[in-house]
């Protein structure tokens, strides 16, 4: 089993940037495409954006186009997510997660337990 560990995330205002980084244990990393997910308090949890698993295509919900970009490094078994123009909004633990047939948002499928997700708040 994969185990998961999200961090880089924390406190910082509106407008300011974070980068989150996400590293996974095993050796198959570089075979699973990879997403990140974030859930608000009092919400379900969403997708925010993936990556397919060499890097070549990506995909992003519509509230983060253009703020968010997600890559990988397989070589370091690690997904990051720099997070540019953050809002209120964006406040939530964020987690990642694989899927070893689907890249898509809408019909990624995460394989993994979650990890302990990392916190980001955005103070107005």
């Known amino acids: 089993q994969v185990q998961l560990v999200e961090s880089g995330g924390g406190l910082v205002q509106a407008g300011e940037s974070l980068r989150l980084s996400c590293a996974a244990s095993?050796?198959?990393?570089?075979?699973?495409?990879m997403a990140w997910f974030r859930q608000a308090p009092g919400k379900e949890r969403e997708s925010v954006a993936s990556?397919?698993?060499?890097?070549?295509?990506?995909y992003y919900a519509d509230s983060v186009k253009g703020r968010f970009t997600i890559s990988r490094d397989n070589g370091k078994n690690t997904v990051y997510l720099q997070m540019n123009s953050l809002k209120p909004e964006d406040t939530a633990v964020y987690y990642c997660?694989?899927?070893?047939?689907?890249?898509?948002?809408?019909?990624?499928?995460?394989?993994?337990?979650w990890g302990q997700g990392t916190q980001v708040t955005v103070s107005s």
């Open positions: 997660n694989g899927d070893r047939l689907r890249v898509a948002l809408n019909i990624f499928t995460p394989s993994w337990s």
């Open positions: 095993g050796r198959t990393f570089s075979t699973y495409h």
């Open positions: 990556i397919s698993v060499i890097g070549g295509r990506t």
